[in-house]
């Protein structure tokens, strides 16, 4: 059974780091396409970085330069740098089976997506 678990979240100050981890069992990891979101208190679930099997990366505006997306086998990370008031949110780790284009982009549904995790709490506080 394909499963998503997050870790790695928690309360970081302003400016500072923290890596999310999620473990991906029963995929075909090297096929899937992956990605992270989060979703902030009121707000919309917003997608943050994707990675697709054929390596394509995307970054949501607001991140780039700052978080960096990555796989090890069956792992993905989120390393989170130079943190911000507005990235406090729950982070969620999704995976769609292929064929599947996984991309951040502003207005679109994420709904169809096959996979989600639990979610990790990031609260970044000055």
């Known amino acids: 059974q394909e499963q998503l678990v997050e870790s790695g979240g928690g309360s970081v100050q302003a400016g500072g780091s923290l890596r999310l981890t999620c473990t991906a069992s029963?995929?075909?990891?090297?096929?899937?396409?992956m990605g992270w979101f989060r979703q902030a208190p009121g707000k919309e679930r917003e997608a943050v970085a994707t990675?697709?099997?054929?390596?394509l990366i995307t970054y949501a505006e607001s991140v780039k330069g700052r978080f960096t997306i990555s796989d090890d086998k069956n792992t993905l990370y989120l390393q989170m740098n130079s943190l911000e008031l507005g990235d406090t949110a729950t982070y969620f780790c999704a995976a769609d089976s292929p064929p599947c284009s996984l991309t951040v982009e502003p207005g679109i549904s994420y709904d169809g997506v096959s996979y989600w995790g639990k979610g990790a709490l990031v609260t970044v506080s000055t």
């Open positions: 990675l697709n099997g054929d390596g």
């Open positions: 029963g995929y075909t990891y090297s096929t899937v396409c």
